[in-house]
């Protein structure tokens, strides 16, 4: 008795810890001038993350599902009415989505060619990059339409959008459960800076497509799982590759999980999971045709020449002195941890392994695509890393949660060019930002190995939480105790 409430103890003080950092920030009324508070109070809230990651994996501290999701509701609502202030980006989301609901197609026109209604000006006149057609694909401009049609204000908008995020967050315990993992491991993305700063308080689109993405994995998972169920079932594998391609088509990244999810799928059914996916994409682009085309001028614009706090490019494009070679240079280097991490988990799929084995691999493999993404991109802002983090419950590790606060220190432009109008970029955070998850994985690595007692086996440290905080041992590691 007085183990549990030790832990309850502990656990209370951590989580009522993460909450005053994060009330800390919602106070400041501005901030793009409060940086060094940001990154600060950022970092303070990802130590205690990792203290939760460090005690949690030993027994000492755990979460029930109703705490983890109503805690990370109350960090969303301290967030949710403030306007925008680190990016500008749903203003773009709400001009497209009320286009969408007026009948008029998103893709048709920039909105510097456009005479905005007398409801929209406010909208129109902060919009970033106004000579460009809208850059977000299709899907995207279906949940802009239904977040606008929420009273078609910011707020509205942002509403849907941390709506989806605690759905996705439940879904990320429902998955934890499925493969017999600590459901209390969720808090390392519900209580993340990363999804309440970046879809709470700026009010960015990408959770919505990482939740779309989740659940094809729980299909993909849940029916085979289920008794009685079996392979032959198409349906499962339909859906999942049709959520796959609205994933892909809110933000294209999750297209780059293609590849893992086709590998969960039995082979004699991959066939409609890819049909369904293409479909999809086929069914969702028709939509906005024939203006969809005009996509393709603001998408180069934004592959040839966008950039920033790109390390490996800004390092690249020095050596060789062209920004396109080192773009090409970059590419083919994420075109090949894509395919060596495909090609291994291809092999570890082959081998006798339970359901949940596979799965644990799949999503081991995305993570670490998603890394080499953010480490190899020209362009990486903060709220790209929102991917990164979906994927820290099943796979965390200290240059995960590094990377996902490391993010945070780019905003230091937003000083000069909130006072001065000017964007000017530190090439010394850009290298931080970069070395600082590398510098961690290396420095665990050494720990690692330096440590003499034997690790703890999962079965005995699972064995050590208990059912009181909703985690159950499963039948096999029951067999192996026994």
């Not at 802009?144 to 929420?150: E, I, N, V, W, Y």
Request: proline residues 6%.
């Amino acid at each position: 008795m007085n183990t549990i409430h030790k832990i309850l103890n502990a656990a209370t003080l951590l989580a009522s810890s993460i909450m005053i950092a994060f009330a800390i920030l919602s106070l400041e009324t501005e901030l793009r001038l409060a940086v060094p508070l940001l990154v600060c109070t950022t970092a303070v809230i990802a130590i205690l993350l990792s203290c939760a990651l460090y005690f949690g994996e030993r027994g000492r501290l755990a979460w029930s599902p109703t705490v983890i999701l109503v805690v990370a509701l109350l960090m969303r609502l301290l967030f949710l009415f403030a306007p925008p202030q680190l990016s500008d980006d749903i203003y773009r989301y709400l001009w497209d989505g009320s286009n969408t609901l007026s009948g008029t197609n998103p893709y048709a026109a920039a909105p510097s060619a456009v005479k905005p209604s007398p409801a929209l000006a406010h909208v129109h006149s902060r919009i970033n990059h106004p000579d460009y057609v809208t850059i977000y694909p299709p899907m995207a401009q279906v949940l802009f339409g239904g977040g606008a049609a929420l009273g078609g204000s910011i707020t509205g908008l942002k509403a849907f959008l941390v709506l989806i995020d605690i759905g996705l967050c439940a879904l990320l315990i429902v998955l934890l459960k499925m493969l017999e993992m600590p459901l209390w491991r969720a808090v390392l993305y519900a209580w993340n800076p990363l999804p309440v700063l970046e879809i709470a308080g700026s009010g960015h689109v990408d959770g919505a497509g990482l939740a779309l993405v989740m659940a094809a994995f729980y299909l993909l998972l849940h029916k085979r799982k289920t008794p009685g169920a079996t392979a032959s079932r198409s349906w499962p594998f339909l859906l999942s590759g049709a959520l796959l391609a609205c994933a892909g088509l809110v933000k294209l990244i999750p297209f780059v999980f293609a590849p893992v999810l086709l590998l969960l799928v039995p082979s004699g059914r991959r066939r409609y999971f890819f049909v369904s996916c293409a479909v999809t994409a086929v069914l969702l682009g028709a939509l906005f045709m024939p203006h969809l085309a005009n996509i393709n001028s603001s998408l180069s614009a934004y592959a040839n020449n966008w950039e920033f706090a790109g390390f490996a490019f800004n390092t690249l494009r020095t050596i060789t002195r062209s920004g396109t070679i080192a773009r090409l240079l970059l590419s083919v280097c994420f075109l090949l941890v894509l395919c060596v991490t495909t090609y291994i988990l291809a092999r570890e799929m082959k081998q006798p392994a339970t359901l949940i084995s596979r799965t644990l691999h799949a999503l081991k493999a995305c993570y670490v695509v998603v890394m080499a993404f953010l480490l190899l991109t020209p362009t990486l802002q903060p709220w790209y890393a929102l991917t990164l983090a979906t994927f820290l419950p099943f796979c965390a590790g200290p240059a995960g949660l590094v990377l996902c606060w490391a993010v945070f220190l780019t905003y230091q432009v937003q000083i000069p060019y909130f006072i001065l109008g000017l964007w000017i970029e530190n090439p010394f955070v850009t290298a931080a930002v970069f070395l600082a998850p590398v510098i961690a994985y290396l420095m665990s690595r050494f720990l690692k190995n330096k440590e003499n007692p034997a690790e703890e086996s999962d079965v005995v440290r699972r064995q050590r939480l208990t059912n009181i905080f909703g985690y159950h041992q499963s039948k096999t590691e029951r067999k192996e105790q026994k």
